[in-house]
């Protein structure tokens, strides 16, 4: 959904009644809440579009519930949306909740079966992490996502993807630059799923840091040949720009990547200054802190993504600042 939406036609469609329009009015201001009141807003036209037999209300129901916006996470109401959804007609919630129940013939008829079927517990509980490195802090977490999550993420950014862009503080979707070559898709709030905020919630609940702190998720793809050049992931103190971002939004303390395929050569994630480099198997987390004990930026932390020599790497990458980042803002 684009955001240059007409807002005042919308909100006489809504006023009219019309379920779609409500829909999107209530996605709008969630997505985009000027204040407290129009966040309850956009809740009341969602839930009154839903009331109307409107799949798309119940769909972003489930992403507020599991994503927690204005609300607590609740996985449980966020998966009940998610059926209600599906049984609304709702393919993409459909085969949702076929991944979170781990099946692939799914009928229509069957959607509450599958909602049985999942067992948050299971879902969330955490393998052991791996020490990488003491300093810097890099661990890895083999078996983190289950396969079929990674295939869906994959075929989520496949058809989007553009340019990977690198961090500009004056340029709010960064720059093309040389240094990296690679594609990427990253996902705003209006393109969350519950595939997408599961891999997130795992993510939080590895480094013990709260959602609202996470930057957009994006996945990385590589193709042989294509790479991000060595460089850092936190912000320079010293640089009045990126200062200024620390400021707002706070340091980037860790970046995660999960590794989404396997079927590739190369394509290692390289620490040049500890002589290392790391990968995963599929379903695999690599992380690490930008930051030192002492919460300083740590040079030991320069990486690189280094080209395939065959195949194709996905990844799914997710950086964590100290406060909340603009769009959480
Ligand atoms: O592709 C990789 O292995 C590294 C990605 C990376 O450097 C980053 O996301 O900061």
Redesign the pocket.
């Known amino acids: 959904m684009s955001l240059s939406v007409n807002l005042d036609s919308l909100k006489a469609a809504a006023s009219r009644g019309d379920p779609d329009a409500k829909a999107t009015l209530g996605k709008y201001l969630i997505a985009k809440p000027t204040s407290l009141q129009s966040l309850e807003d956009g809740k009341m036209f969602l839930k009154e579009a839903l009331e109307a037999g409107n799949g798309e209300a119940a769909e972003f129901i489930a992403v507020v519930h599991a994503a927690g916006i204005g609300c607590h996470q609740d996985w449980t109401k966020a998966l009940d949306y998610l059926e209600q959804a599906a049984r609304l007609g709702r393919d993409s919630a459909a085969r949702q909740l076929a991944v979170f129940a781990d099946t692939k013939d799914a009928a229509p008829s069957d959607m509450n079966a599958l909602r049985k079927q999942i067992h948050l517990e299971a879902l969330f509980s955490l393998p052991e992490k791996q020490i990488l490195c003491e300093a810097p802090r890099i661990r890895k977490v083999e078996n983190f996502i289950p396969h079929r999550f990674c295939d869906w993420m994959i075929e989520r950014a496949r058809p989007n993807l553009g340019r990977a862009r690198t961090y500009d503080a004056m340029v709010a979707e960064g720059r093309e630059s040389a240094n990296r070559t690679?594609s990427a898709k990253s996902f705003g709030l209006l393109e969350l799923d519950l595939i997408l905020l599961f891999i997130q919630t795992r993510i939080s609940k590895l480094t013990e840091m709260p959602l609202f702190l996470m930057e957009n998720a994006?996945v990385?793809h590589?193709e042989v040949g294509q790479?991000?050049r060595e460089?850092y992931?936190y912000l320079d103190p010293n640089k009045p720009a990126h200062a200024a971002d620390i400021r707002q939004s706070g340091q980037r303390l860790v970046?995660c990547?999960v590794y989404l395929n396997e079927d590739f050569e190369g394509?290692?994630?390289?620490f040049p200054k500890i002589n290392q480099k790391f990968?995963c198997k599929k379903g695999g987390a690599?992380l690490f802190a930008n930051v030192d004990t002492q919460g300083q930026p740590d040079p030991m932390t320069r990486?690189?993504?280094?080209p395939p020599i065959s195949g194709e790497?996905w990844?799914f990458?997710q950086?964590i600042r100290t406060g909340p980042p603009p769009q959480n803002a």
């Open positions: 690679n994006s990385l590589y790479q991000f460089h992931d970046t990547l394509a290692e994630t390289a990968r690599l990486h690189a993504g280094l790497k990844l990458s950086w």
